[in-house]
């Protein structure tokens, strides 16, 4: 298909976020009585907000999740984040390659936080492809798996859902961008679940940005 946009998951797509983030979760939720190792803590909660889990998490810690801990967490969260974020290989070609062949008509549409999103971005050097068409999940009336996120940006750039390509690494994702109507490709590096990645609907599968062309 000659894809006429690319929508972009960020974390674990762009950028590579998504262990820095679950390190201070886990190390928060230790503080509370909950142990479990950092690849636990990443297969429980990557693709998923904090507050989507609130039933799991106060289950586990038997405290409620309120909104001080929250604001400690993306606090400790950015401040990790700003110290140790870097790119994923090989991204800062793809997407420019992706950005020239759609003339464009590239977005990310991320289920974190607008701030997150756009100090990430900024902080790898990728903000300049982005700009004026960043969507977070926060400001949805649901986010992923549900595909509002996707929706509202095919929407900005004037696209049939149909005619665009999502970038995910995510079953969650892949889930969201399927629900939207688009073709999905899943990042996966070595040592992901890529079998999952396609039983989620992930037309194809790729493990290094390399891969991700289209085009002659």
């Given at each position: 298909m000659n894809f006429e946009a690319i929508l972009f998951d960020?974390?674990?797509?762009?950028?590579?976020?998504?262990?820095?983030t679950c390190g201070v979760l886990r190390d928060m939720f230790e503080e509370q009585g909950w142990r479990m190792t950092l690849a636990e803590c990443m297969q429980r909660f990557v693709g998923h907000t904090v507050k989507s889990q609130r039933s799991v998490i106060?289950?586990?810690?038997?405290?409620?999740?309120?909104?001080?801990?929250?604001?400690q967490f993306f606090a400790r969260r950015n401040e990790r984040l700003t110290q140790s974020i870097t790119a994923i290989e090989g991204v800062h070609e793809a997407v420019a390659h992706l950005h020239d062949h759609c003339q464009g008509r590239?977005?990310?549409?991320s289920g974190a936080d607008r701030f997150k999103v756009e100090m990430m971005l900024k902080q790898v050097g990728l903000i300049h492809f982005f700009e004026g068409r960043i969507f977070s999940g926060h400001e949805m009336p649901r986010s992923k798996p549900h595909p509002d996120v996707y929706l509202a940006a095919a929407a900005h750039l004037q696209i049939d859902p149909a005619r665009c390509l999502v970038i995910e690494d995510t079953t969650v994702g892949i889930t969201a961008g399927v629900a939207a109507g688009a073709?999905?490709?899943?990042?996966?590096?070595?040592?992901?679940?890529?079998?999952?990645?396609?039983?989620?609907?992930?037309?194809?599968?790729?493990?290094?940005?390399?891969?991700?062309?289209?085009g002659s």
């Amino acid at each position: 298909m000659n894809f006429e946009a690319i929508l972009f998951d960020c974390d674990g797509v762009l950028v590579d976020s998504e262990a820095i983030t679950c390190g201070v979760l886990r190390d928060m939720f230790e503080e509370q009585g909950w142990r479990m190792t950092l690849a636990e803590c990443m297969q429980r909660f990557v693709g998923h907000t904090v507050k989507s889990q609130r039933s799991v998490i106060e289950a586990h810690t038997g405290v409620p999740l309120t909104d001080a801990w929250l604001e400690q967490f993306f606090a400790r969260r950015n401040e990790r984040l700003t110290q140790s974020i870097t790119a994923i290989e090989g991204v800062h070609e793809a997407v420019a390659h992706l950005h020239d062949h759609c003339q464009g008509r590239i977005a990310v549409a991320s289920g974190a936080d607008r701030f997150k999103v756009e100090m990430m971005l900024k902080q790898v050097g990728l903000i300049h492809f982005f700009e004026g068409r960043i969507f977070s999940g926060h400001e949805m009336p649901r986010s992923k798996p549900h595909p509002d996120v996707y929706l509202a940006a095919a929407a900005h750039l004037q696209i049939d859902p149909a005619r665009c390509l999502v970038i995910e690494d995510t079953t969650v994702g892949i889930t969201a961008g399927v629900a939207a109507g688009a073709t999905v490709w899943a990042y996966a590096p070595p040592g992901a679940d890529a079998h999952a990645l396609r039983q989620a609907g992930a037309a194809q599968v790729f493990e290094h940005m390399r891969g991700l062309r289209l085009g002659s």
